[in-house]
């Protein structure tokens, strides 16, 4: 069951002003906003995190690029990585409401 997504563009991670393209290779901090949600999750549930770099037909295709959008000419494939380590830490927020 989805609870909830979201998505950004990662050339305006750092804002809408300007545009900045990734590197291949190189790591970036990215934060992924969430739209808030309330689930009761019971002993012995799961909770998943997806990582895509495209959610089509619900949204427009990513063609990786960096070329102008919606004026790709080709697509290229990406790859994604979460890194947990001690110099790329990585979390997800989930605040506890208590049952009281």
């Given at each position: 069951?989805?609870?909830?997504?979201?998505?950004?563009?990662?050339?305006?991670?750092?804002?809408?002003?300007?545009?900045?393209?990734?590197?291949?290779?190189?790591?970036?901090?990215v934060e992924i906003r969430l739209q808030?949600?309330?689930?009761?999750?019971?002993?012995?549930?799961?909770?998943?995190?997806?990582?895509?770099?495209?959610n089509f037909p619900r949204l427009d295709?990513?063609?990786?690029?960096?070329?102008?959008?919606?004026?790709?000419?080709h697509m290229v494939k990406a790859i994604?990585?979460?890194?947990?380590?001690?110099?790329?830490?990585?979390?997800?927020?989930?605040?506890?409401?208590?049952?009281?």
């Open positions: 069951m989805n609870l909830v997504d979201s998505v950004i563009r990662t050339r305006y991670r750092n804002g809408w002003e300007r545009e900045e393209l990734m590197e291949p290779g190189r790591v970036y901090a808030p949600t309330s689930n009761l999750f019971a002993a012995g549930h799961r909770i998943r995190l997806d990582v895509s770099s495209s295709v990513n063609p990786n690029t960096g070329e102008s959008l919606g004026r790709h000419t994604n990585a979460v890194y947990v380590d001690r110099e790329r830490v990585s979390h997800v927020v989930l605040p506890i409401i208590p049952a009281e």
